[in-house]
């Protein structure tokens, strides 16, 4: 059994303190906010994450999670301490890194003995240097400790299976004694583990998210295209995946990616990138190009519908992917806010999420469930793809619609299905110029 501190209880330092606590080893989980942390004391999550509290619950129980607002408290004999504090996009797209920085200053303050500083949280590369000279800076007395590099890959939804089934570990120090020490704590997990240096580890996570961007905003570029030329981006996305080199995975059409990751570490590497005199020609087509979704959408809708001002849209869904209250760069954000300047009244449903989207859409009424929304409606939005939308009783949902009109930018429903039940459907990129003459094509 290790002793173990985690600093922050957000998605990261939640999901990591209470995996490491099911895998035997004695966890304190630190946050400075006390709100945070009397709600976990009282078992109440700060997220929603499928098996999450289930998971805290056991191991609080076992005596091998508890929760604290001292760093006194937490580092008290610990060997390990993870810095899982946010780092949200500044102004210039450059990570914010102030959470980062007094954590590393309360380390220094706090600690008494041997320890090793493991940074997870999604920071600059260099930040694995910077985090050590803090902590030389401010240490109350002469103490021994090393810094990793140990980058998370969660996905929001399956962070609980991804930590305990990762593809890989990363991990970066310019000691490779601490390296090889916070690798025998990832054992159990029995996947590949990748030990490299600091700055390297580092660059790993935001290349790795900004090639999924990369993928994301590929496959909507393509279907454009196939709006235009009359071909099935499903069908053309299903036709690639086949190949082993590239893989069916972040290949589907839509409303883009957002969330708390992509977005910031995408704008994170293009700024470092300018910092250094490199154009990041690439990333740059991918923020454009995601960026165009949502207002994309929007101009699609209004195709069907005509002038939206007094015209009632529902939105399918609020929080940014499905299995997540998370509401950070949410695609219905704009959605509906576009919506509403235009002159709609805007009703919205989730499974999870109306209680965080509450007060960031305050002028979007609230549904009790997908069929109550569809009441009067003249279209419904698919803007969040949850399975349980998968099984609606689509008769059921047309007969409460005003006009039964679906735009579905999650892809989610079958164009023949919905044609059959009477519904005008226009899904992202499903060869809707079927049958028009390509008329400005050279051959």
Request: with cysteine; hydrophobic share 40%; glycine share 8%.
């Amino acid at each position: 059994m290790r002793q173990i501190s985690v600093i922050g209880v957000g998605y990261v330092g939640l999901v990591t303190a209470a995996c490491f606590s099911d895998l035997g080893n004695k966890v304190s989980a630190l946050d400075i906010s006390e709100e945070k942390i009397n709600s976990l004391k009282n078992g109440v999550m700060p997220i929603y994450e499928p098996g999450l509290s289930e998971l805290v619950k056991r191991n609080v129980d076992a005596g091998r999670l508890s929760f604290t607002t001292s760093y006194q408290e937490s580092l008290k004999d610990a060997e390990f301490v993870f810095i899982c504090v946010g780092t949200p996009s500044g102004e210039g797209g450059e990570a914010e890194m102030k959470y980062v920085a007094a954590a590393a200053r309360s380390i220094a303050e706090s600690i008494s003995g041997p320890i090793i500083v493991i940074n997870k949280s999604t920071v600059p590369v260099g930040t694995g240097d910077w985090v050590a000279d803090i902590i030389n800076k401010y240490l109350a007395r002469p103490v021994d400790f090393s810094v990793v590099s140990c980058p998370e890959f969660l996905r929001e939804g399956y962070a609980i299976s991804d930590f305990m089934k990762p593809h890989r570990t990363v991990l970066g120090s310019m000691d490779r004694d601490a390296a090889d020490k916070v690798a025998q704590l990832h054992l159990p997990l029995r996947a590949p583990i990748v030990i490299t240096d600091l700055r390297t580890a580092e660059m790993i996570k935001y290349a790795s998210n900004a090639f999924l961007a990369t993928k994301i905003s590929f496959i909507n570029e393509i279907a454009n295209i196939c709006e235009a030329l009359g071909a099935d981006v499903t069908e053309v996305a299903a036709g690639m995946g086949f190949d082993d080199r590239i893989g069916p995975r972040f290949l589907r059409a839509g409303l883009g990616y957002g969330g708390s990751c992509f977005p910031k570490d995408v704008e994170a590497l293009t700024y470092m990138a300018n910092q250094m005199g490199v154009e990041p020609r690439i990333l740059n087509a991918v923020s454009a190009t995601n960026q165009e979704r949502r207002p994309r959408l929007v101009e699609k809708l209004k195709e069907l519908v005509g002038d939206f001002n007094g015209k009632t849209i529902g939105l399918l869904g609020l929080a940014f992917k499905e299995n997540t209250d998370d509401m950070r760069d949410a695609p219905s954000i704009d959605v509906a806010r576009a919506l509403s300047r235009a002159g709609a009244q805007v009703r919205a449903f989730d499974p999870v999420a109306m209680d965080v989207a509450r007060p960031i859409l305050p002028d979007v009424e609230m549904a009790k469930d997908a069929y109550s929304l569809a009441d009067g409606v003249d279209a419904l939005v698919v803007t969040t793809e949850w399975n349980e939308f998968r099984q609606l009783d689509l008769e059921s949902l047309k007969q409460r619609m005003k006009s039964p009109v679906v735009m579905d930018g999650r892809n989610i429903y079958d164009p023949e299905k919905m044609k059959r039940l009477g519904f005008t459907y226009r899904g992202v990129g499903r060869g809707y110029n079927n049958g028009r003459k390509l008329n400005n094509l050279k051959y």
